[in-house]
T-cell receptor
Framework: AQKVTQAQTEISVVEKEDVTLDCVYETRDTTYYLFWYKQPPSGELVFLIRRNSFDEQNEISGRYSWNFQKSTSSFNFTITASQVVDSAVYFCALSEGVSNDYKLSFGAGTTVTVRA | NAGVTQTPKFQVLKTGQSMTLQCAQDMNHEYMSWYRQDPGMGLRLIHYSVGAGITDQGEVPNGYNVSRSTTEDFPLRLLSAAPSQTSVYFC??????????????FGPGTRLTVL
């Protein structure tokens, strides 16, 4: 069974629009970690955020923000005032248990295209 | 620090050939992992290691072997390449658990084509 679901396959926006990427996860563990990674066209994976299951505070980092809601098992990611450089594939990932950061389950990814 | 390095960047194999994908890290990380990335499927864990001499299987281990004789290196061996193993392979490493800033550092990837 898919542990991480990213229902949006592709999103296309015009520069300066906001874009929200959905991530729904499934786990029976009470301790788990959620991640977001960015993969630009060059192919490398860029770490964006790691959040543990006990910290439901929303987080903002520049134009990026994350909304973690345990009640709906969601960890959504918003890019505010998008730029062309935000064009990439974005992956949500889950690690289950206390000490399993090295075992990530990834979603299928959402391709974001920002048009000038 | 060079971070996580992978060689080669590109490789073309014929069905049945064997080869080793190299992965090295210079951050003294205990944990290392191999993932494969296929279109529409995200990344899937192949094998992982929690320290020198300790390895275990991930989600899709069939057709691959690993070993970890040193902390720095974690090679991935394809025993008899098949077209289904055409993929992009990523190696990753991370610190020991307990760090609040823990993250997996990924290498640049190896694009493998099996004909």
């Amino acid at each position: 069974a898919q542990k991480v679901t990213q229902a949006q396959t592709e999103i296309s926006v015009v520069e300066k629009e906001d874009v929200t990427l959905d991530c729904v996860y499934e786990t029976r563990d009470t301790t788990y970690y959620l991640f977001w990674y960015k993969q630009p066209p060059s192919g490398e994976l860029v770490f964006l955020i790691r959040r543990n299951s006990f910290d439901e505070q929303n987080e903002i980092s520049g134009r990026y923000s994350w909304n973690f809601q345990k009640s709906t098992s969601s960890f959504n990611f918003t890019i505010t005032a998008s730029q062309v450089v935000d064009s990439a594939v974005y992956f949500c990932a889950l690690s289950e248990g206390v000490s399993n950061d090295y075992k990530l389950s990834f979603g299928a990814g959402t391709t974001v295209t920002v048009r000038a | 620090n060079a971070g996580v390095t992978q060689t080669p960047k590109f490789q073309v194999l014929k069905t049945g050939q064997s080869m080793t994908l190299q992965c090295a890290q210079d951050m003294n990380h205990e944990y290392m992992s191999w993932y494969r990335q296929d279109p529409g499927m995200g990344l899937r864990l192949i094998h992982y290691s929690v320290g020198a001499g300790i390895t275990d299987q991930g989600e899709v281990p069939n057709g691959y072997n690993v070993s970890r004789s040193t902390t720095e290196d974690f090679p991935l061996r394809l025993l008899s390449a098949a077209p289904s193993q055409t993929s992009v392979y990523f190696c990753a490493s991370s610190y020991d658990v307990g760090r609040n800033d823990n993250e997996q550092f990924f290498g640049p990837g190896t694009r493998l084509t099996v004909l």
